[in-house]
């Protein structure tokens, strides 16, 4: 092997075997939300959003974006997006009590939130509280991961939804009858 051989051939990298639901994925359609679906990404790193934001664009969505979570509600309440992607760790308002004042807003209240954060402290805060946040999304993450995290929320009409877990319905009793003496 000479010189050439030792800085200018390529090793083939050993790829990691794709998992089963990646495998699983490529065999089915990816369904999107009809064209032009807003997203809003709030997130103070402009690479997230910028990633994010050609990520979606690609599929035909319409991006928004803040890098507070103050700047983030006030283009919620304008804009109206189908779904909110949401950092946790925000200068100013963190992600939570953003996260806190949509759920309270009645006109906000029924918009998909998909949290966000590649900091372990706030996911191990996320999965131990689950605020009212319809999924979370790990950084890094890859399309698959953000289409996939999508895909979860869209109804039949492919119209996001929040994921509202069901109550079960009480059984129905009939009164008891009183023993007779």
Not at 1 to 24: N, Y
Not at 63 to 92: C, Q, S, W, Y
Not at 120 to 148: C, H, Y
């Amino acid at each position: 092997m000479g010189l050439f051989d030792l800085f200018f051939r390529r090793k083939s990298p050993t790829l990691p075997a794709p998992s089963v639901t990646q495998t699983e994925r490529r065999r089915n359609p990816r369904r999107d939300a009809p064209k032009g679906t807003r997203v809003l990404i709030i997130d103070d790193s402009p690479t997230i959003t910028a990633a994010l934001g050609k990520i979606l664009r690609s599929a035909g969505y319409v991006t928004l974006g803040a890098a507070d979570a103050e700047h983030g509600l006030d283009i919620l309440r304008k804009n109206m997006p189908a779904i909110v992607f949401l950092d946790i760790v925000l200068p100013g308002m963190n992600g939570f009590s953003a996260l806190r004042m949509i759920r309270r807003n009645p006109l906000t209240r029924d918009i998909p939130v998909i949290m966000m954060s590649g900091n372990e402290q706030a996911t191990e805060q996320f999965f131990g509280t689950r605020i009212g946040a319809d999924d979370f999304l790990k950084k890094p993450f890859s399309r698959f991961e953000v289409f996939s995290r999508i895909e979860r929320l869209l109804d039949d009409s492919l119209i996001p939804r929040r994921i509202v877990p069901k109550v079960p319905e009480p059984e129905e009793t009939t009164p008891e009858q009183p023993n007779a003496r």
